[in-house]
């Protein structure tokens, strides 16, 4: 059974993920971004605080988080698979990121040589 109030509160979560990634990767400071999510769904930062946490998104509001990101009417209803890696992901993307840094030029090179040619081999 999908539970509505925790659907759309992970749905606007990501939504603010995604804003957040890209103001930042814009040059944004991290500090205000939330109060500047907040604006752009045309909500007070104290609203969007509570959502965060535990206030319920009706469907007045829903409906304007989901017209101010652009996205169509009922897409904050409707479940996603969590995207997030797993711990096993997240040890594996650990463990890649220091093989790169420990080796040189050629190294590199030969780690996304495998890499690619991994990716490309069906189970």
Known sequence: MVNTTVTRR???LALFQAHAEQALAAGASPKGLE???????????SMWSQIKSS????????????????KPAGWLDEARE????????RALQ????AAWRSTNSAGR???????????K???
Do not use: C, V, W, Y
């Open 109 to 119: 090179k030969a780690l996304r040589a495998q890499l690619e040619a991994m990716a």
């Open 10 to 12: 992970l749905n606007a």
């Open 35 to 45: 109060q500047a999510f907040a604006a752009t769904l045309e909500i007070s930062p």
């Open 55 to 70: 206030r319920p998104i009706g469907d007045k509001l829903a409906r304007q988080i989901e017209q101010h990101q652009g």
């Open 94 to 97: 650990d463990l890649a990121l």
């Open 82 to 89: 969590d995207s997030s890696p797993t711990a096993a992901e």
């Open 121 to 123: 081999t069906k189970p």
